[in-house]
């Protein structure tokens, strides 16, 4: 008999969590699991899921700010609808659903409970008390979880530095991606032509959700520079989200509304990314990048910050750069020396996309989080 699962995931966007959440919930065996979801309502996400025949639950009170109300409401939806459908298995994903997910499932006395950290909620460059508070609710909900999956190393040695569960709660499962698609051949004038992009131009492309802490500031003020020096260059800022508007009028202000492109949310993440001359991640915290191993696949160099489980990806020197978090002018001095030095972009590339083995592939990490399920339903028999 198949075991009941329930996804939880806070918001219906496609991100890297969301991507990665996607990937799970289809890649499983329909056989031995079957698969809902459940998340803030609308959005691509929930859509995606929908399509591939996946039963999916609104949470309509989810919110991503703190929101004692909606987080309280958001908690008795998810109570009642576990107890209603009596999941096996409660897999939660995010800090905001991480946290309300994990105390439901407790509460409705779930069998199983798993967490994945995608990345914390907190980082370096922001208010002590807000980093502290997170802090201690990581702790707190560790607690509620039989098992903590991480998508990179470095994160679980950041948990574990922090005090966040216990060592024999987590394993590094990494974010998989489908490498084949990523290798494909691609009409790169086409892309250029869409976006109209100079055909001569070099392309420097950055995938992410145009959220806080992602670096987009950054990469324009890098731009800036660089295109004070090198005119051939666009820049391609893949991604949507809630600071569209505000880094659209940072260009502007900047003078760079013609030089740099804004796609909104796409779906053609591999042919976009073909076109990429160099790859960038600014991120201020990052818990593996999977827009880097995206790009990696495509065999294009990278120039990264040096946070989370960036470093255990991108190999300073040898497939890619890394940087300093929140630093511009790194960005912009890196970024000049790779545009020009084609052999060097060529040699990067193709170091990276030598490192994206089956480790990285998405049954890989299908097989692994089903390992997981199987070994805590054995251990909880």
Same mark, same amino acid.
């Given at each position: 008999m198949s075991k009941k699962v329930l996804h939880v995931h806070t918001l219906p966007v496609i991100s890297g969590s969301g991507i990665n959440t996607l990937l799970t919930m289809t890649g499983l065996d329909k056989n031995e699991f079957d698969v809902e979801f459940a998340c803030a309502p609308?959005? *691509?996400?929930?859509?995606?899921? %929908?399509?591939?025949g996946i039963t999916f639950h609104p949470i309509k009170h989810f919110r991503q !700010? %703190? $929101? !004692?109300v909606c987080d309280l409401l958001a908690l008795f939806e998810l109570v009642g609808l576990i107890r209603r459908n009596r999941y096996d298995i409660v897999h939660t994903h995010n800090s905001k659903a991480g946290f309300i997910g994990r105390l439901a499932a407790k509460i409705a006395g779930t069998p199983v409970i798993v967490h994945t950290i995608h990345g914390f909620a907190f980082h370096d460059f922001e208010k002590p008390w807000r980093r502290s508070l997170f802090i201690f609710l990581e702790r707190m909900a560790a607690g509620w979880a039989d098992s903590l999956i991480v998508i990179s190393n470095p994160l679980r040695d950041w948990g574990l530095r922090l005090k966040i569960g216990k060592a024999e709660q987590y394993t590094a499962i990494y974010s998989g991606i489908d490498i084949t698609a990523f290798q494909k051949s691609f009409d790169i004038a086409a892309v250029k032509a869409e976006f109209k992009i100079s055909a001569g131009d070099k392309v420097v492309g950055m995938t992410a959700k145009l959220w806080p802490g992602k670096g987009h500031d950054n990469a324009l003020a890098a731009a800036k520079e660089v295109l004070s020096k090198i005119a051939g260059v666009s820049f391609v800022f893949v991604g949507d989200g809630e600071l569209r508007?505000?880094?659209?009028?940072a260009a502007k202000k900047l003078g760079l509304e013609d030089k740099v492109i804004f796609t909104g949310f796409r779906d053609d993440i591999a042919r976009l990314t073909a076109a990429f001359d160099i790859a960038i991640l600014p991120s201020h915290f990052e818990g593996m990048g999977r827009s880097i191993l995206e790009a990696m696949a495509c065999a294009k160099p990278i120039i990264a910050s040096r946070v989370g489980? %960036? *470093? $255990?990806?991108?190999? $300073?020197g040898i497939n890619g750069i890394l940087i *300093? *978090?929140?630093d511009s002018r790194a960005l912009a001095q890196n970024l000049i020396k790779l545009l020009n030095d084609e052999s060097m =972009? =060529?040699?990067?590339g193709a170091a990276a996309k030598e490192k994206v083995s089956v480790r990285y592939d998405v049954n890989t990490m299908v097989e692994q989080i089903s390992r997981v399920y199987? $070994?805590?339903i054995r251990q909880k028999r």
């Open positions: 609308g959005g *691509p996400l929930a859509g995606a899921a %929908i399509k591939a !700010p %703190i $929101d !004692p508007s505000h880094l659209e009028q489980g %960036i *470093p $255990d990806l991108v190999d $300073d *300093p *978090p929140n =972009r =060529r040699k990067l199987a $070994d805590l």
